[in-house]
């Protein structure tokens, strides 16, 4: 049994359209005039226990959505959700003992108090143990390295300091599946590679399913081994990613300076960025053959720089993002 299921998923709000002219916003304090927004259009995928996923789409797109239906906070307007083999909006109570969640910006913890006391709440809500709850909270401070500032109250610590116990405190019931929100978002460079690691720790160790958010390239690539991209509310890509990173083997960009001033003309190939001694290209390796498209370069001139990069994965994935959009129009 899979761990999280959604087949035909679908959430429609009702909004309030804003009145324009005097007339119109009159009127709409009597009778407002609503339209229909479809937030999620039947959107299916399965995501195996153990798996670690990124669920990514433009803002917008649908993404938040669909995490408050797959742990209960929302009711879908059509299909079916199943996380850890219950219904999230008919059993919310009992799943929500069986995951955890880590929004970016927002938390669990208790702002004025230190993590240890959020900690205990926590202990409490999900009724564990004294024994059991004390070594788990021990294992998390050693795993996440935040028992120095256990007893430190939030709002002194640091953004990084506080998502790691913001971590720990949502393993603390030992959830099979953990749901993330953007949890690196506003981290600096160290903190964010900290926290990759330790996420990819936690998943080969105790087999957590991650499902994760986020517009930080660097989470996708390094956390998670597929991707499923959701754009005007409808799945749009859902693959591994060795083959997103595939799509970016299509294209390469192609650097070149020379000695001195160099006319740079290739037959069939412009440039995106010239100047008077220097020339990038961005070049379909399915139309040009870069060993061809090398030698071509080294004739035009003396050559003091040249550099072949593949296209970042950031770029694939906003290509996907335009392509979608154009789907939808």
Not at 232 to 245: I, N, Q, R, T
């Amino acid at each position: 049994m899979g761990a999280i299921s959604a087949r035909g998923l679908s959430k429609t709000f009702s909004a309030k359209v804003k009145p324009e002219g005097l007339a119109a916003s009159l009127r709409s304090l009597v009778k407002p005039e609503r339209r229909l927004v479809e937030a999620v259009r039947g959107v299916s995928f399965e995501v195996e226990r153990g798996e670690a996923v990124a669920f990514l789409g433009p803002n917008g797109a649908g993404k938040s959505t669909t995490i408050k239906m797959l742990t209960g906070i929302l009711h879908p307007s059509g299909g079916r959700a199943e996380v850890l083999g219950l219904d999230p909006s008919r059993r919310r109570v009992e799943l929500a003992r069986s995951i955890g969640a880590v929004f970016g910006q927002k938390s669990q913890l208790w702002f004025h108090l230190p993590p240890s006391d959020s900690f205990r709440l926590l202990g409490a809500v999900y009724e564990l143990d004294r024994r059991a709850f004390e070594a788990r909270r021990d294992e998390l401070a050693e795993r996440f390295g935040i028992r120095d500032y256990l007893d430190v109250p939030v709002r002194k610590l640091s953004l990084g300091e506080r998502i790691r116990c913001e971590i720990a405190a949502s393993l603390l019931h030992s959830p099979a599946a953990l749901f993330l929100d953007e949890p690196t978002i506003g981290l600096d460079v160290v903190a964010k590679r900290e926290v990759r690691a330790l996420l990819e720790e936690l998943r080969a160790d105790e087999g957590t399913t991650i499902f994760l958010t986020s517009h930080d390239i660097g989470d996708i690539e390094k956390v998670c081994k597929r991707a499923i991209v959701i754009h005007h509310g409808a799945v749009v890509v859902d693959e591994s990613m060795k083959d997103l990173k595939h799509r970016s083997l299509a294209k390469k960009l192609v650097g070149v300076k020379y000695a001195r001033p160099t006319a740079i003309e290739l037959p069939g190939l412009e440039p995106v960025k010239r100047t008077a001694d220097a020339a990038r290209f961005e070049v379909d390796t399915r139309a040009h053959r870069i060993e061809e498209l090398l030698r071509a370069l080294v004739e035009l001139g003396e050559v003091e720089d040249l550099t072949v990069e593949d296209e970042s994965l950031e770029s694939v994935i906003a290509a996907i993002y335009e392509d979608g959009a154009g789907r939808k129009e």
